[in-house]
């Protein structure tokens, strides 16, 4: 059975090389960092060594999970998930770049804010990535259409992580899962542009909470929807260059 299933998986993760890529580096130093903590330790995002020179912590700060295995579970199945989605539609250059604007981004902001702060974890890279499909999903194109496992985990995310900041954690989780709930039953109810407006107002609305409360997961979907809006206009103007009639050539005499 092992050996029937290898070559689809194989063909599969051939499709996403850029997201097999982060999601197994992001698996591998996340397990060190929880089994030693003294390895995280070394990488997690820390202002005041940072302006002492670490400045690789702004980038390693993104592989470790400084909140356990909950966030590790759950920033994992998010960036694997959103990240596919991603790489299947747009360039690989986009994923990087999504990655990592959001996520550095997101530290040095946090850097400035809230300069005794030390923390890790891929979330905010994984808020670019709700930003981004945020934007693309409200393009018009069919094609452009969330899946629902992505599209349930994008609201989950932005409700969720907005309503902690607010709210006790039991309640925001009730919350994150009744708006899940609502949105993803008016994606697989009604018309893909109803689910992309509705996911685009939760979205921001949570980016303009968030960001006011000095969360990196607003920054970070801040970020993303910027690479959405930038991504899509170029994407945009490329296809409109394509769709114009060559002009003739005029000959000369």
């Not at 981004?132 to 969720?160: K, M």
């Not at 008016?186 to 018309?191: A, E, G, Y």
Request: net charge positive; proline share 5%; glycine share 8%.
């Amino acid at each position: 059975m092992a050996a029937l299933l290898m070559p689809t998986l194989r063909a599969r993760l051939g499709r996403v090389p850029v997201t097999t890529a982060l999601v197994a580096l992001v698996v591998v130093v996340s397990l060190a960092g929880l089994f030693w903590p003294a390895f995280e330790a070394l990488l997690e995002r820390n202002p005041t060594l940072i302006l002492q020179g670490q400045w690789w912590r702004l980038l390693t700060q993104l592989f470790v999970q400084k909140h356990g295995w909950s966030q590790f579970l759950f920033n994992v199945f998010g960036l694997a998930l959103l990240c596919a989605v991603v790489e299947l539609r747009m360039r690989r250059a986009v994923v990087l770049l999504t990655f990592l604007a959001a996520g550095v981004g997101s530290a040095v902001l946090l850097g400035i804010l809230q300069p005794s702060l030390v923390d890790a974890g891929t979330s905010d890279s994984v808020a670019g990535f709700v930003g981004l499909l945020t934007v693309l999903s409200f393009r018009r194109s069919p094609a452009e259409t969330l899946p629902v496992v992505p599209f349930a985990y994008s609201v989950f995310f932005a409700v969720y992580l907005a309503a902690i900041d607010l709210l006790p954690l039991a309640i925001a989780v009730i919350v994150g899962s009744v708006f899940t709930g609502l949105l993803t039953s008016v994606r697989l109810t009604r018309s893909p542009r109803a689910a992309a407006v509705s996911l685009l107002v939760v979205v921001t609305a949570a980016t303009v909470v968030l960001c006011a409360e000095r969360d990196g997961h607003g920054f970070g979907l801040a970020i993303g929807l910027i690479v959405g809006l930038v991504a899509t206009q170029v994407s945009n103007a490329a296809l409109s260059r394509r769709a114009e009639p060559a002009r003739p050539r005029s000959r000369r005499r």
